[in-house]
């Protein structure tokens, strides 16, 4: 569940926030900052990004989200085979550019960084591989400023990925 402190900031998704999920309550503060094109949280509909972690077996999703994918699979029982092989593909790409000397990655439309993320698969390889995400959903984007805090070298952003200035002057983007 995402709870939301300060309800008097309505158009952005800046204010703190509490995350509950599969890992505890935790408290975040989101800034507004570049936070175009987002708009509030809503918490009674399944989330494509949380979905997308419950189908990989991960841990940040909501019940909401898990009932919705599971309708998901009973229309379509292949979904979670044809998402963990898309998942082992993205190892593979990331793979083959670190053993090509590529030490920054910049990933759009990351979602929520689950099991098997960029940044884990790159720095299985290149431990100083640089990775910014970037997505302008503000669920995906609260997840991750709470999961990658503390990360050295991997960043989120909240963009669009149409705003190109915007992605291209991200933290992370241009340099440490």
């Known amino acids: 569940m995402l709870e939301r402190h300060d309800q008097t900031r309505l158009n952005g998704i800046g204010g703190r926030w509490t ?17 175009r094109g987002i708009s509030d949280v809503d918490l009674d509909r399944a989330n494509a990004a949380r979905m997308y972690d419950f189908f990989l077996g991960g841990a940040q999703n909501f019940a909401v989200d898990r009932e919705r994918a ?12 044809a998402l963990r092989e898309l998942r082992d593909f993205l190892r593979r790409v990331v793979k083959y550019c670190v053993d090509a000397g590529v030490d920054q990655f910049l990933d759009l439309g990351s979602g929520i960084p689950t099991v098997g993320n960029v940044h884990e698969i790159a720095r299985r390889y290149n431990p100083t591989a640089r990775v910014t995400y970037v997505d302008n959903e503000a669920v995906a984007v609260a997840h991750s400023r709470e999961m990658l805090r503390g990360v050295q070298g991997v960043t989120i952003t909240a963009a669009d990925l149409r705003d190109t200035a915007t992605v291209l002057s991200a933290p992370g983007v241009n340099g440490p």
Not at 19 to 35: I, Q, T, Y
Not at 70 to 81: G, S
């Open 19 to 35: 995350l509950s999920s599969g890992l505890g309550r935790r408290s975040v503060e989101v800034s507004d900052a570049g936070d």
């Open 70 to 81: 599971e309708q998901v699979i009973a229309e379509n029982p292949y979904i979670v085979e």
